[in-house]
């Protein structure tokens, strides 16, 4: 008798008991002398069920879900049997909350050996260097912008023209920068690519390294991020072992390696060029824009700095093409989005679909609602400085164009929900506090502001001369927005006055009616 069987060691499988499951299996086959094969897979990101173990069966892989070890024992004998179990999940590709996702980015993860560069291969990893290198560094940019790519770290900037200004440029050396600094509360999908798929980004950055002619990446991953880290120095030790790093990459004239540095966690380091600062050794503050990085980067040489899910999106452009990608979403928005549910939450977790699913349908629909099962009340996106939506308008798309027009950001993906038990007002002063905690301190209205933008919510929040206050708080966001550097204090605004305008009462204000977006 012998079983394969696949385990997560994604972080969050990992801490809510992943490890010991895999102990627990080892042990319970000893026993009962059955040959086990364990792999150590990324998750496939339905967190509820984690950790979910999976069996190889002649009809395919079957999901268990979510195991403990005391359950082990009589998992071991639903695996060498018919499968009935308590917690048999049918086939994983089936599970519905998977089903109806379209995983472009997230195809391999859950699924693969995320430390074999063979797994990799065998799943169609590569190919999309092998396209771009029939292609040449043009056609290959060409490619990349007539894919519609956009920015997945929050900004929204198309990829294509990134890689065309630094592949313009003369220089003796060009990077490229992987910005992980994944700081965004109720995010996780960079974690998940560099923990569950690690060559996907690794392919994706030797393509634009092809593509722009730089010889030189670095990935920069916070420091929270222990397995992210190691599993992405793995994998770069075996993709130089495997050609797909290191002296003319994938059979090509091109030289590429990548280096991967652990960073303080520091959230202004997620704005690229504090990023920037980090990397060189300096402390992480902003820099002054022009000079832009494409131009002066990285030790002042032009630098394409992406975020994990552009570059992770690059090798199925390359492979299937422009109009392939192209063809999902909405409007300017193009191709897949993985959406990170979180928060109080029943079904929390990645969800990857193409633009154009309204927020409610995320929420209500594929979240299945608050984990408490009390009203949702507010959903954040776009991270701690996203704005808060209300139920009134969760009729929005998903989409960069959408949300602006409704003074809210998509950002890194990230969806935070609240029921109704919620103080905004308090909401709002967290933000402030954030920001002023955060703060690299460079310019004044995001170190000032955010102070006194504590200072005036909690003269809000104590009843003190609130209208006058609620004025003062305004005038602060206005100058916070349109003065700050960076997005750290441009940002903050955006959920100090979502709360405001949508949850007055909060605040002790009166509700002005609700304004329908153009």
Known sequence: MSLRVFIPCDAGAVAVGAD????????????????????????RGLYWLEP??????????????????????????????????????????????????????????????????????????????????ALGPEATIETVFQSGLRGRGGAGFPT???????????????????????????????????????FVLIEGMA????????????????????????????????????GLLGRKIGGSSHDFDIEVRAGAGAYVCGEETSLLESIEGKRGLV?????????QGLFGKPTVINNVLSFASVPVILEKGAAFYKDFGL????????????????????????????????VDDIGSGTFTGRPVRAVQVGGP????????LFDTPFDYEAFAARDGLIGHGGIVVFDDTVNMAKQARFAMEFCAIESCGKCTPCRIGSTRGVETMDRIIRGENRAANLTVLEDLCNTMKFGSLCALGGFTPYPVMSALTHFPEDFGAERKPLQAAE
């Open 20 to 43: 010991e499951v895999t102990g627990a299996m080892e042990r319970a086959a000893r026993r009962r002398n059955v040959a086990l094969e364990i792999v150590r897979t990324g998750s």
């Open 385 to 392: 400085l996203g704005a808060y939506f209300p139920r009134a």
């Open 287 to 295: 820099r002054a824009k022009p000079p832009l990085p494409a131009h």
């Open 52 to 133: 979910m173990v999976e069996v190889a069966t002649a009809a395919g892989r079957v999901a268990y879900g979510p195991v403990t070890p005391d359950d082990v024992p009589s998992l071991i004998d639903a695996m060498l049997g018919n499968g009935t179990h308590p917690l048999n999940q049918g086939a994983a590709d089936d599970i519905p909350w998977l089903k109806r996702q379209t995983r472009l980015t997230f195809a391999r993860s859950g699924v693969v050996d995320p430390r074999s560069l063979d797994d990799y291969r065998l799943h169609s990893g590569c190919r999309g260097l092998a396209q771009a290198i």
């Open 160 to 198: 294509g023209i990134k890689w065309r200004t630094v592949a313009q440029v003369k220089a003796p050396q060009k990077y490229i920068v992987c910005n992980a600094d994944e700081g965004d509360s109720g995010t996780f999908a960079d974690r998940m690519i560099m923990e569950g798929d690690p």
């Open 331 to 362: 409007g300017k928005s193009r191709g897949t989005m993985p959406i990170q549910l979180a928060g109080n939450i029943k079904h929390g977790g990645l969800f990857e679909t193409a633009f154009g699913v309204t927020l409610g349908e995320l």
């Open 207 to 242: 393509i634009a390294g092809f593509a722009t002619g730089a010889t030189k990446g670095t990935i920069y991953i916070r420091s929270e991020y222990p397995h992210a880290i190691a599993t992405m120095r793995a994998a770069c030790a075996a993709a130089r072992r495997g």
